[in-house]
């Protein structure tokens, strides 16, 4: 497949359900393949420093994923920019499901607990919000949002325009990521997320106070990350 498509590098991981390739401009050092994740040093040749990637595809049944959340944890130990994306199989709240039976949220607080305790931010999306189908009719169709990807700060410090894009399924039933990194530029205008004007908007106060008083169904710190 790897001279098919005409591209320099590749590696699959030992159950052959991750296929990593990747081209010249990019020197990669895999560090760890297993059955549910590859994660490997990279550095490409517009950027100054490494940054290391974890490519993930999650087991579906919650005891079986551990290995994965403690791999992902002794990776958070490493001081440079990390990013994971993947099919994590998993939700992390209610709005991320619909169809089905209703969810039941204990069956995300590992997964909660492991994003917190590894200190990554979920860099969120455009398109559609779910990116998984069972692909049944109206009736009996059920939608998730499995795949995710998310960063460090030592990520957002070095690219942090980064962003991903759920594309449009074709004849399969997952939704493709798209993420684009863009590096640091500090001629470039660097954005803020409040705009001042906002002050003056008369609903202004009492959207602040409706947000911060919401809760859900999520760990203390998840929720005030939410906030």
């Known amino acids: 497949m790897r001279i098919q498509l005409q591209i320099d590098h590749a590696v699959s991981n030992r159950n052959g359900k991750i296929w990593l390739l990747w081209s010249n401009e990019i020197t990669g050092n895999i560090q760890k393949n297993s059955e549910q994740h590859i994660t490997g040093e990279f550095k490409h040749t517009d950027l100054a420093d490494k940054f290391m990637v974890s490519f993930i595809y999650a087991k579906c049944k919650e005891h079986m994923r551990r290995p994965l959340w403690d791999r992902l944890l002794h990776s958070a130990s490493r001081d440079i920019p990390w990013c994971t994306i993947g099919d994590f199989n998993v939700i992390t709240n209610m709005e991320e499901k619909i169809g089905g039976m209703p969810y039941n949220m204990n069956k995300s607080l590992e997964f909660i607990s492991v994003i917190e305790a590894c200190g990554m931010i979920d860099l969120g999306y455009t398109g559609l919000p779910y990116t998984w189908c069972n692909q049944r009719n109206a009736y009996a169709s059920v939608w998730k949002k499995l795949?995710?990807?998310?960063?460090n700060d030592k990520w957002l410090e070095t690219m942090p325009q980064t962003t991903i894009e759920h594309l449009s399924s074709v004849g399969f039933d997952h939704s493709?990521?798209?993420?684009?990194?863009?590096r640091k530029n500090d001629d470039h205008i660097k954005y803020f997320q409040f705009l001042h004007c906002w002050v003056d908007n008369d609903s202004f106060m009492e959207t602040v106070q409706n947000c911060w008083e919401r809760e859900s169904q999520v760990t203390p710190c998840g929720n005030f990350i939410r906030k």
């Open 147 to 151: 795949d995710r990807s998310m960063v």
């Open 176 to 182: 493709p990521l798209l993420l684009e990194m863009v």
